[in-house]
């Protein structure tokens, strides 16, 4: 499954969303209360641009006159014909059983994480040259999205 840094973590605020293109798809990527889901940017009714729409929530009733406001931005509706589509997996939810947007997965790794190590390289088949050049130390403090396809 290929992986791809499509972003920092500092850059999507919760509540916030970042549209991105990834071998030529756009995909949204939402930022839900520190969790990052991504679901394509095509709706499955007539391919608006989901993505682009409100983010709301769900209201839950248990008798009238009472309610109750849940999940709060976890549900997009796209900005074409109102549809809407939980933005955790991509499932619509007036008719759930035909009705979906592809989800992704995404995880947040460190730099660390992301290196490519020799044995990565070593399995790729390259073979390690006899010269070294000096380096030095570097740190980046910060925290990538990925996106596995
Ligand atoms: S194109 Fe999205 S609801 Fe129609």
Not at 114 to 143: C, F, I, M, N
Request: hydrophobic share 30%; proline share 6%; with cysteine.
């Amino acid at each position: 499954m290929p992986k791809y840094v499509v972003a920092t973590v500092d850059e999507i605020p919760p509540g916030q969303r970042k549209i991105i293109t990834v071998e030529r798809r756009s995909i949204g990527l939402f930022n839900v209360n520190g969790d990052f889901y991504a679901i394509r940017n095509q709706c499955p009714h007539e391919g608006g641009p989901l993505c682009e729409g409100v983010l709301s929530g769900l209201v839950r009733s248990e008798m009238p006159g009472e309610y109750e406001y849940v999940r709060r931005g976890e549900i997009v509706r796209c900005p074409w014909h109102q549809w809407e589509f939980d933005v955790r997996t991509g499932q619509s939810w007036f008719d759930p059983a035909k009705t979906r947007v592809r989800a992704y997965e995404t995880t947040v790794e460190t730099t660390t994480s992301l290196a490519t190590s020799d044995a990565d390289l070593v399995d790729a088949g390259y073979t390690k040259g006899p010269y070294e050049a000096e380096t030095y130390r570097v740190e980046v403090d910060q925290q990538y999205i990925v996106l596995h396809l």
